[in-house]
């Protein structure tokens, strides 16, 4: 936990922000967001606060999952960890993205086996579901952990929030996992009707997060690579439509497993969504002439990191880095194809982020 002094020092950094005395946010994460040009991207990661890291085990060691994320003050020392120690270039908002999900009414637990929903969303159990108004307050300790978490981040860090994609949230609805989508696909005629419900909510939270301190928000979609590009663009896209148009320059969209063909479309090309992450299937020299409107956050081989050699990933990241040097990188946000993997060696992050800044100047 902090001591005194520190927090000492971050209060008084939050007067000189109200006063007008001083700029709160990272100024590559900024540059990023706004397309201007720089020599060396911001680095961020998904899941870099999670099991990998000896805070976060320290801290799970003594709390739940479910009191890290919705307990403000300790989601946000979950979230603070590693931008201390690895010296990243933003934090994320430390939560689940199935919440609302419980929110709805359709229960929450997290066991070793996963994330656990108390029943799975059918057409005659959607009756169930709660209306957005009876959900709503539960999801209120989200926009708390976005502020304790801006109130305990240094001034020069920035901090993204994130929700769940429509499509995912549904998938985990029907599944219990986000793995096969088989019932989902046979389904979409309901995923329409949930999401009558579901983006409203969404919407909610979103402008929560932006309200209490994100300088960004990201819209993750963990299932879209398992709907074939015409489903994805047949009912997905119209969803996310409805999220992009609410929050111009507001909203980053990842998706893991989409490749060109899902992506192909006017709303992920022309600047809609503020930018657009990439897996690590694609060459990020695509990515960047695709998606040129906007930030572009991507996308190193997650499982590289996993190398016991040292000089072995040096050599893997250099490679990746090298066909990136001279050419325009504007927007770029530097981080993994997914996210962090707990078996990662902490000494191989802190390798990933001092190599890209060696590397990329």
């Known amino acids: ?82 931008v201390l120690d690895f010296d990243f270039d933003a934090a994320i908002l430390f939560s689940d993205l199935l919440f609302p999900l419980e929110a709805l009414g359709m229960g929450l637990d997290y066991t070793d086996a996963g994330p656990q929903l108390s029943w799975r969303l059918t057409r005659d159990s959607a009756l169930k579901l709660n209306t957005i108004d009876e ?19 240094p ?39 949930f999401c009558d419900t579901l983006v409203p909510l969404l919407m909610r939270n979103i402008a929560l997060q932006l309200e209490n301190g994100a300088d960004i928000v990201m819209v993750f979609d963990t299932a879209a690579g398992e709907l074939s590009p015409p489903a994805f663009k047949g009912a ?3 969803q996310l439509e409805r999220l992009a148009r609410a929050f111009p320059s507001s909203l980053g969209y990842y998706s893991k497993g989409t490749s060109r063909a899902h992506l192909d479309h006017p709303l992920f090309t022309d600047g809609s969504f503020a ?19 906007g930030f572009v956050q991507g996308n190193f081989d997650q499982n590289r990191l996993l190398s016991s050699s040292a000089a072995e990933l040096k050599r893997q990241l250099k490679s990746f880095l090298e066909p990136l040097l001279g050419r325009d990188r504007t927007g770029w946000i530097c981080g993994l194809g997914h996210g962090v993997l707990p078996k990662t060696p902490e000494e191989n992050v802190r390798l990933f982020v001092n190599t890209v800044r060696e590397v990329v100047q």
């Open 1 to 82: 936990m902090l001591n005194s002094e520190t927090l000492m020092k971050r209060e008084n950094v939050q007067s000189a922000v109200k006063a007008g005395a001083l700029q709160i946010g990272n100024i590559r994460f900024q540059n990023a967001l706004r397309r201007i040009p720089q020599p060396t991207p911001p680095i961020w990661l998904m899941r870099q606060a999670g099991r990998y890291h000896r805070h976060y085990q320290d801290l799970r060691r003594r709390f739940s999952f479910m009191d890290l994320c919705k307990q403000p003050e300790l989601a946000a020392q979950v979230a603070l960890g590693p």
């Open 135 to 153: 959900g709503w307050p539960q999801l209120l300790f989200q926009g708390e952990a976005v502020r304790a978490t801006r109130r305990l981040l």
């Open 155 to 193: 001034h020069d860090k920035s901090l993204i929030g994130f929700v769940g994609g429509p499509w995912t949230l549904f998938v985990y609805a029907v599944e219990g996992t986000h793995k096969h989508v088989d019932t989902a696909v046979k389904e979409l005629a309901l995923f329409e009707n």
């Open 236 to 238: 997905v896209v119209p």
């Open 275 to 293: 930018g657009i992450g990439v897996d690590h299937h694609w060459d990020l020299r695509d990515a960047f002439a695709m998606f040129a409107h």
